[in-house]
């Protein structure tokens, strides 16, 4: 079986990314999982969700970190 993929197509979420062949966002699993849910938790509520899919949307999230340029910004203080 191929690895589940994420994808993004303007027609889906707004081109949100997905978990390929779903309406499952990449945002939605990592809010899921960042509110304490367990991977177990999240499959249960979305059984259609292929096997390895929310290891490929932490895949992804990671990989948009690793590209993102970070401008150090310096606040005054009130």
Excluded: C, W
């Amino acid at each position: 079986m191929d690895k589940p993929r994420i994808e993004s197509h303007p027609g889906i979420l707004n081109g949100k990314p997905v978990v390929a062949g779903t309406r499952i966002s990449v945002e939605l699993i990592l809010d899921r999982l960042a509110a304490g849910e367990t991977p177990a938790q999240i499959r249960q509520a979305f059984p259609h969700l292929p096997d390895g899919s929310i290891e490929a949307a932490l895949a992804y999230a990671a990989a948009m970190m690793r590209n993102e340029s970070i401008i150090p910004v310096h606040l005054q203080p009130a």
